[in-house]
């Protein structure tokens, strides 16, 4: 465990059950991150950096590749941008409003909350992204941008289709605030400016990774072969994760069925210019994500790196329903509009995932005890964890390799888990899984007294 590592009084049993964790060998290194009515009462970190052999001790500050748990904070950006009262743009507004050239290829009439709810129709694009692409540069993001907006819809201008826009949709999230923001900054600049320095959290989250950081950062550790195999046959082994069932029918399609909306919106290709080859995001290629030119590389919705602690302090926005430290960051009736949604909205089939899901307006996934309880019962493994959580309602979302983060705002509680141990065979990681069944019951110990 570091050094560094806190916990409230009430939350020993959470710091006993991370402990464990570590001990049996599930993660290299791993971070746990909660804030309970805007307090700090849980801030772990233990195991090492990397499997080298001079790897660093895991810290409460390593920074860590957060994945798709970026797309959380890419939610909480644009629910600050939409709140300003100089802003006159919702989430009902199409794309096409504050970005003209968007309309084309049946995608005039795509709104902003249809894009944060993965029907956007920009769920792939034909062509591997480019290093430039993903610059950060104005000329680069207006040359994305010009791609973006002549892109054709994925489905064909089907209103409505959802098929998880994995690593595409914080490309568009960046320019529809460029669009918007009276300042013209990027999603990255906003993030900085309007949400991390009046946190206290400047220079904690980055979308990509500024090299004089690097020495803080944690390696990605992915599966090989071989572990895979013995995850089918055995279940955990040291740091082999089970599969579950949803998990099986994805990796069937990436493997089997290249043209597949699974294939194609997980394994977006990037070309990368050093050392000059395609990559395409897959377990056998994931410690391209250790190194340049992919740490530079500007896409928040898979290359956000930050600390649990940064992560579930920035999210103690939505779980205190626009307020943390003493600020407002969103009124009352964008919270409403961001977590608002009819139920048939709401829960769709989605094509890439294989799966029901639950998307808000706002971009968090939703999950509530009836989405619990049929996930559990026709895609888990027991133990499941989350079916056991009361009648408490949850947004947020896992990233891959078994990131997780979570705002509940009738307990005023985020939680955020960070690892570097690619635990990329299941969709909801048991591990962050379990350790929030003990955070609840902390909070519910100390409800009880």
């Known amino acids: 465990m570091s050094p560094d590592s806190t916990v409230a009084p009430g939350y020993e049993g959470v710091k006993e059950a991370f402990e464990k964790q570590m001990a049996d060998g599930r993660a290299w290194g791993a971070q746990l991150a909660v804030y309970k009515d805007g307090v700090l009462v ?10 080298r052999s001079d790897a660093r001790p895991y810290t409460t ?20 941008l939409l709140s300003k009262k100089e802003v006159k743009v919702s989430y009902d507004d199409t794309i096409s409003s504050v970005w003209p050239e968007y309309a084309t290829h049946n995608k005039e009439r795509v709104t902003i909350a249809e894009m944060m709810r993965h029907e956007g129709g920009g769920a792939w694009l034909s062509a591997p992204l ?3 692409d993903l610059d950060n540069s104005d000329v680069a993001m207006d040359a994305l941008a010009n791609s973006l907006a002549k892109a054709p819809h994925t489905h064909g201008g089907k209103a409505g289709y959802r098929a998880y826009h994995g690593m595409m949709r914080g490309l568009y999230v960046n320019e529809i605030v460029r669009r918007v923001d009276p300042k013209k900054r990027s999603l990255d600049e906003f993030l900085r400016d309007e949400v ?3 946190l206290g959290e400047g220079g904690n989250l980055h979308i990509g990774l500024p090299r004089h950081l690097w020495s803080r950062a944690a390696d990605m550790m992915p599966f090989k072969l071989p572990k895979i195999i013995t995850a089918t046959l055995l279940g955990w082994t040291g740091l082999v994760p089970r599969i579950d069932t949803l998990s099986t029918a994805m990796f069937k ?3 089997n069925n290249k043209t597949s909306d699974t294939s194609m919106g997980l394994l977006q290709a990037v070309h990368l210019d050093d050392p000059g080859r395609e990559v395409m995001f897959e377990p056998s290629e994931l410690t391209v994500l250790n190194r340049a030119p992919w740490r530079d590389a500007h896409a928040s919705s898979a290359n956000m790196h930050s600390s649990a602690r940064t992560a579930a ?9 626009g307020e943390a430290d003493g600020r ?7 919270q409403q509009q961001a977590l608002g949604a009819s139920r048939d909205e709401l829960l769709k089939y989605d094509s890439v995932i294989l799966m029901d899901t639950q998307m808000t307006n706002g971009g968090w996934g939703k999950m509530d005890p009836e989405y619990r309880a049929v996930y ?4 888990m493994n027991p133990p499941c964890y989350i079916d056991d959580l009361g009648d408490l309602v949850f947004y947020g979302r896992p990233g891959a390799g078994g990131n997780m983060m979570w705002a509940c705002p009738h307990l005023n509680l985020s939680f955020s888990y960070l690892s570097n141990t690619m635990h990329s065979l299941q969709l909801l990681d048991e591990r962050p899984r379990e350790l929030l069944w003990h955070v609840v019951q902390a909070v519910e110990n100390q409800r009880t007294g």
């Open 42 to 51: 849980v801030n772990l970190a233990g195991g090492q950096t990397s499997d």
């Open 61 to 80: 500050e390593t920074l860590v590749n957060m994945f798709s748990d970026g797309k959380s904070m890419e939610g909480v950006a644009l629910a600050v």
């Open 130 to 132: 480019t290093l430039f």
């Open 196 to 198: 991390l320095e009046p």
């Open 253 to 255: 399609q990436l493997f």
């Open 313 to 321: 302090h920035v999210f103690s926005i939505l779980a205190g329903e």
């Open 328 to 334: 407002t960051f969103w009124r009352e009736e964008t």
């Open 376 to 379: 559990c019962r026709e895609s």
